[in-house]
């Protein structure tokens, strides 16, 4: 019999004891310790007649048998961790006709962490509650994550579901299963075809189970909370109509129901001669260029207003040409007379688009006192009057800012009546009149 052996002689790589291409390699996986062996000896030598040299990264090793111990072929290292990790090589002297070699492997130790076991994840059910009309059907579906076989079921008092129901109202599905490459997710349905009042505030675990652990989770049933979100919808639907109702309500009958509050028994009557003013109302009317009033313009102040306002609803008036004295200061009396009324009706008519007298224009100058002193001004166009270019500044002011009161009745026995629209308006803007009883005033009734 004829043996042939191949013998390869190589050079190290610079700087190396060893060469990378002809190196062993070697997977561990972390323990307490582990052995490494120096391969293929037996072919050459006895390694059990020679020692045998440990190097790490081409560095000697203290083979003190704390760490690092060598016995025959082998190198047992102790406290293993992924610090071990390198490089490794063996030496044995080799002697052939009388010369001898140094024999050496190197063996490329990787250590690898032990890999964590990934705990399996339930989904379903986490401890869950869950609002369940009585009588009503339900489906719960127990989803699990795991890396490893899994089994599911479960379970309500440390008993099966099986043994829960006596007919067929619960029902159990079988384990199911959906894989992917790093997990799998499994499934088992607990299907409850009616909910009965014994169901409820029970605990019904869900069970992952495997040759190492055990995981379980329940699902309980409640009675649903009343909801009043219906209740609630129409309450604050109610409550906004009713306002926007209130809202436009107010705005159409303000005036009226301004005056109704005046008229009732809540409204303090008293409280108007407190401000220490002697007149209602200051009546500014225009004159034509001869300085005579026209005739429609003088029934109105003379006789329509103080008809309704004195007469009817008792307010007192200061008329220019009824109530001043003659050899008066006009200036003096405009001044003091207006700082003493609570109110200035300013009466417009064409005659004083067609020409302002200065006696006119003196009473208009008095609007920055009127302004100073917060006396309110109404407006009221006997007249129709459609442009008011000519008007004076204050009186185009007023308009913009409070408007006009026109008068579009005639001079008849309801025109008079308090309770008509246009003396509505009128009183409105008014202070508040005195209480007088029906006996003391004249009133004339109309149906507006």
Known sequence: MKKIRRIEVFKNDDGLCYKYSVMFPQDIILAPSHTIECPNLDIYVNYRSVKVKWFKECQPLHLDGKRYSAIENTLNIGNLSIHDSGNYTCEVPFTYRGVTYNLSRAISCTIEDTPKEIEPVMLFPTNTII??????????????????????????????????????????????????????????????TKVIEEDYNRQFYCHGMSSKLNIFYYVTF???????????????????????IAIIAIRIFKVDIVLWYRGSCFAKTDQKDADGKQYDAYIIYPKNSTGTNSCEMDIFVLKVLPEVLEKQCAYRLFI?????????????????????SRRVIIVLGTVFCERHG???????????????????????????????????????????????????????????SPSTRFWKNIRYQMPLAPRHSEKELHYIHSED
């Open 320 to 340: 220019i040409g009824r109530d001043d004295l003659p050899g008066q200061a006009m200036a003096d009396l405009v001044d003091e007379t207006i700082s003493q």
């Open 131 to 192: 609002d369940v009309e009585l009588g009503a059907a339900i489906e719960l579906t127990c989803k699990v994550l795991y890396n490893k076989n899994l089994f599911l079921f479960w379970t309500f008092n440390e008993t099966f579901m099986e043994y829960y129901s006596e007919n067929d109202r619960v029902q159990i599905g079988t384990t199911d299963e959906i894989s992917t490459e790093d997990e799998t997710q499994y499934f088992r349905t607990l299907n409850f």
């Open 222 to 244: 409640k009675k649903p909370d009343p909801n009043f979100q219906g209740f609630l919808i129409a309450f604050f639907m109610s409550v906004f109509l009713v306002i926007v």
């Open 358 to 416: 200065e006696d006119f224009e003196q009473k208009i100058a008095m609007y920055d006192a009127l302004i100073r002193n917060k006396v309110k001004v109404i407006l009221i166009e006997v007249e129709k009057i459609t442009d008011y270019t000519n008007m004076p500044e204050s009186i185009k002011y007023i308009k913009q800012k409070q408007g006009v009161v026109r008068w579009k009745g005639e001079l008849t026995e309801a025109a008079l």
